[in-house]
């Protein structure tokens, strides 16, 4: 029997839970706003913690196509709070995950063993609505756009069911919302679409959250040495005197196994491929170059064997996949604790953007609506790694 939505009306929260970005670069406002119930083949989702992932940062800069005003927001963990019409792979009170990017499995990239840039995206481009073409939030009378269709700076919002992975009922949801983005994007780059070998040497340009999933994968993998780049001088103290690359090709002789560049700017990418061997290296895009940025390689260089390669969250079909990593975790055979620094109640939201902006963040899991949530990081040991 079809389950349909259990609640059948807008909800609005008693205080004010949302936050909005009224245009592009503006500060973020904390709103009421009305969520639709869902549509037919759509979930309305409390959201119990999300991250500020990079991607958020460019989108709300104005550096990614995205419609204003919008609730930002797209790694996220939940419980879901009521189905639309057809949904039949969830249930109310279901743990889960928001993707990015959803499983339709049925188009293209889907069917194919390969693909996991679902068609049913809303990332390049993004519309900011729902696959219908409509949106379910209004503030002040006015449409508020979706971000990425996950929207997860908000108590409640409304994801289609091919974004939603149910996950193990014993998942701690102040920390798996990073199993959504995060984990896949970064770890996932380096397990699964690198497939890192025993004994190598990797670069790793950007040691945010992404680059430090990264590394993880990287060091999960038996590589053998890893080099973290990065301009932050807390993360990278050492103030290089010629170009990264050139730096990276004397350390290692003949150029990297692996680099990996997930910052997403064009000069890093550059600098990534330049630091690969020239035969055999692999050089994984992982970080979101702003929409209007072009790439420009050396062409005759291409010959020599390297491989460029765009990696969207590690490759993995996302409904499939993302299950099992909250059960790797609870198995304690990968261990995401690391990746968070810091985690704070949504009421802090700014101040979570003023310390993602000052660099002393790794991931942020913050917590819409939860009573006590520490305020001091619980991991702040920098992780061990060759920095240049
Ligand atoms: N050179 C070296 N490091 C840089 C540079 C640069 N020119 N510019 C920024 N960085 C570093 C920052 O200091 C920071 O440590 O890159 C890191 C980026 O980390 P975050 O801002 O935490 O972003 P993250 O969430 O890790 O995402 C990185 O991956 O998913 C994509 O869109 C996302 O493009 C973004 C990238
Ligand atoms: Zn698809």
Not at 230 to 238: A, G, H, L, V, W
């Amino acid at each position: 029997m079809e389950r349909e939505s259990q609640a059948g009306s807008a909800l609005s929260a008693q205080s004010p839970t949302r936050a909005v970005a009224w245009k592009t670069g503006s500060t973020l406002a904390i709103e009421e706003v009305q969520v639709e119930p869902p549509k037919a083949q759509e979930v309305r989702i409390k959201v119990i913690s999300t991250g500020i992932c990079g991607t958020d940062d460019h989108a709300l800069k104005g550096l990614l196509s995205a419609n204003f005003p919008l609730i930002p927001g797209h790694e996220g963990a939940g419980i879901v709070e009521s189905i639309g019409k057809g949904v039949s792979s969830m249930k109310p009170g279901d743990k889960v995950l928001i993707l990015i990017i959803p499983q339709c499995r049925e188009c293209s990239a889907c069917l194919h063993p390969e693909g996991n840039f679902c068609e049913k995206q809303d990332v390049l481009p993004s519309s900011g609505l729902m696959l219908d073409g409509t949106s379910r939030f209004t503030c002040k009378g006015k449409k508020i756009y979706h971000s990425f269709r996950a929207s997860t700076f908000t108590e409640y919002t409304v994801v289609p069911e091919i974004a939603v992975a149910k996950i193990d009922a014993a998942a701690p949801m102040d920390k798996v919302s990073i199993i959504s983005c995060e984990v896949p994007t970064g770890y996932g780059a380096a397990v699964n679409s690198a497939k890192v070998t025993r004994g190598s040497t990797c670069v790793v340009f950007g040691l945010g959250g992404i680059g430090s999933a990264i590394v993880m994968g990287c060091k999960a993998s038996g590589a053998s040495r890893i080099i973290g780049i990065d301009i932050n001088e807390e993360k990278f103290p050492r103030n290089l005197k010629k170009p990264v690359q050139e730096v990276v090709m004397e350390m290692t002789g003949a150029g990297a196994d692996f680099a990996f560049e997930a910052i997403g700017l064009t000069d890093t990418m550059i600098a990534a491929w330049d630091s690969c061997h020239r035969s055999y290296g692999v050089c994984l895009i992982v970080g979101l170059a702003p929409s209007s940025s072009k790439l420009s390689l050396k062409a005759s260089e291409i010959v020599s064997g390297r491989t460029l390669k765009g990696v969207c969250l590690g490759d993995y079909k996302t409904r499939d996949c993302t299950p099992q990593l909250v059960i790797d975790y609870l198995q304690n055979k990968i261990n995401i604790d690391p990746l968070i620094t810091h985690q704070l109640p949504f009421d802090q939201l700014h101040k979570a953007f003023e310390l993602y902006h000052a660099g002393k963040t790794k991931r942020f899991t913050y917590i819409p609506l939860f009573g006590k949530v520490p305020h001091q990081p619980i991991f702040s040991k920098r992780r061990k790694m060759h920095t240049i």
